[in-house]
């Protein structure tokens, strides 16, 4: 009931989970016992303050003062503040950033590094000219490294030119610039053809630009642009088969291809209420889901069954509107036979009472609602 109740969010709401989600059980394990290993040092040293032998100078001048003490004690505490709030969210980056700078604060304070312990070219033999002797196996790595720096430097650049690309045909297609749209999404795809984000939303423009072909009589080009849409989708879906995203943008486009469907062979629609059950299961308390689940049913004819899945719909998110008027919709269609004549009162009279729990309890402006209310009344 709130109002991000169909907003998609991007991580985890547990940074631990996240961890596991995102970088498996190595990653989770090796952050975790980052962590531990600094709370094990700052207990440590909370246990026993006198400090090593061999730093008494700085130890007991500057360590074991009383402001030092005390802002390494908040610095601990509110790193465990961090820990416990993310255990119960996520991390945003300033968060992320005082996780890993917080341990260095603490160790510098306490003098826990050791200046010796540094990696660093070997100095010259004479103290006089202090040169840095570089031997061949150090060129060689520092080749190998300024190499491999180049080759991902050129990568990024890339990707970055195939991801304006995207944004680009991404905006056209949202403002139903379909054809323009294409050639930056063709380009994004042909630079990187393993990226699911450009291959489905390439999918997406071609299924739009089918659905104009046959509005237009050129069946033979929609076709085939409607083929490889379908080619790009399969793809996508096969390869990532748990991301609920791509089904419902499966069922989008195989909904804008159902314009080509016929009355014997609908094709399309019968493979978009496939895709939106697949959708469901990966997804079963998502009301919008539901309620173009309920939709393609009843498009598709099954008026019974689209009445079950919308009634389910309204018990997930009892303010969905539309909803209820798909369900009030559904409700008369099943009470009237091919003729328009009312055979079935009381599913009719549900249809009624719902449109009237439309007005009185969501949105009496709703214009349709009343329209239709009006047309039953004069119909009977």
Sequence with gaps: LTSEWDYLYNKAHNEYLNYLATTGLFGLVTYLGFIA????????????KSGKKDKEAYYEAYAKSTPTTLIVIGIITGYLSILITDFFGFSVVIINLYVFIAPAF????????????????????????????????????????????????????????????YALGNN??????????????????????????????LAINLGALSAGLYSQKNTTQAALLAKNAIALSD????????????????????????????????????????????????????AKISYNQGVLYGQAGDIQHAIQILSGTIQLKPNYTDAYVALGLFYHEAAVDKNGKITDQAMQQKAVDTYNYVLKNLNPNESDVKKSLEEWRTSQ
């Design 37 to 48: 290993i600094f709370l094990f040092l700052g207990a440590k040293w909370f246990v026993n």
């Design 106 to 165: 603490v160790f510098l304070l306490l003098g826990l590094l050791d200046d010796k312990h540094q990696f660093a070219f070997p100095q010259a033999a004479s103290k006089e000219t202090r040169d840095l002797q570089v031997n061949p196996y150090q060129w060689t790595t520092i080749v190998i490294f300024i190499a491999i720096a180049c080759w991902m430097i050129i990568g990024l650049i890339w990707y970055r030119q195939a991801d304006i690309n």
């Design 172 to 201: 056209f297609d949202q403002v139903g610039q379909f054809s323009q749209a294409y050639p930056q999404l063709a380009q994004a795809v042909q630079m990187e053809p393993h990226e699911p984000v450009y291959e489905d939303e």
């Design 235 to 286: 793809d996508v879906v096969a390869n990532h088969p748990n991301n609920v995203v791509y089904w419902k943008d499966r069922v989008r486009l195989l909904y804008t291809l159902s314009a080509s469907d016929t009355a014997d062979t609908p094709t399309y629609l019968q493979a978009a209420v496939q895709a939106i059950n697949t959708a469901k299961s990966l997804a079963p308390t998502d």
